[in-house]
């Protein structure tokens, strides 16, 4: 008799085993999906600054410009 309640168990304890590891999969996907959305903002983000770092080089060229010609123009 012990034997037949300890394999119920058992048997109980596996399958409980086996929701608890198919609900971690579910999660480990759901995770993965939101991984890939956030790595393409990401992407957008990195090619945003990129831009917004050439565009500030360009900038910066500017300025050196304006300040030698306020050099020579003798504007302090």
């Given amino acids: ?7 119920v168990l058992g ?3 596996l399958g409980l085993l086996g929701l608890f590891l198919q609900a ?7 995770l993965a999906t939101r991984l890939d959305r ?3 903002r990401l992407t957008r983000i990195e090619a945003t600054q990129a831009e917004h770092s050439r565009l500030l080089a360009h900038m910066m060229g500017h300025g050196e410009r304006i300040a030698a010609l306020e050099g020579r123009a003798g504007v302090d």
Avoid: F, H, K
């Fill in 38 to 40: 956030v790595e393409e």
């Fill in 11 to 13: 048997a109980g304890l």
């Fill in 1 to 7: 008799m012990a034997e037949a309640i300890i394999g």
């Fill in 24 to 30: 971690i999969r579910s999660d480990i996907r759901a």
